[in-house]
């Protein structure tokens, strides 16, 4: 669909994960969904079934409000995560996550979003060419990992996006 963001709200929970087909990816590779929280009252005891594979920040504390700031332009959309620190101080607030994403969605990612990633390194042109054909998205949302050991995960996804991402079956 080419949404980089979806918003979200509930109480004081925030939770943000990417996600592109049904696969949990790194920040600006996918959609990232963001339930935001309100500084309301609560109402009631919630504590939901979270999967640390699918979300990348997750904080839930029937006390302390979140809110977030969201500011976009062109090139991204930038956001942070404040929660109350103290239940009896309206000034206690303090950033409990932030996230940027780029515009990498519609015109798709380039090495040169890497931020680890130099002009003159020897691995530039592969790091280049697996960006460009959608081997591999990078270590995190813009860091490529090339001094890093790939899981398993890692080197099946890649041949997965090699072959085309085909079809497969549940047996």
């Known amino acids: 669909m080419g949404v980089d963001l979806f918003l979200n709200g509930h109480d004081h929970i925030y939770i943000r994960s990417t996600v592109k087909n049904d696969i949990k990816v790194n ?63 309206w000034n206690s607030f303090k950033a409990v996550d932030s996230y940027e994403i780029r515009n990498t969605l519609r015109e798709g990612k380039s090495v040169t979003d890497y931020t680890d990633v130099p002009a003159n390194a020897w691995y530039y042109k592969a ?28 080197v099946a996804q890649a041949l997965y996006n090699l072959a085309g991402q085909p079809k497969t079956r549940a047996d």
Do not use: H, W
């Open 27 to 89: 920040t600006g590779d996918g959609t990232t969904y963001l339930t935001g929280g309100t500084v309301g009252n609560k109402f009631y005891e919630y504590i939901p079934a979270r999967s640390d594979y699918s979300t990348d920040f997750y904080t839930d504390e029937e006390d302390k409000q979140v809110f977030s700031i969201i500011e976009f332009n062109e090139d991204s959309i930038k956001g942070t995560a404040y929660q109350k620190q103290d239940v009896d101080n």
């Open 127 to 154: 790091a280049d060419y697996v960006t460009k054909n959608g081997l591999l998205s990078g270590d995190k949302a813009y860091t490529f990992g090339a001094n890093k050991a790939l899981t398993r995960a890692q």
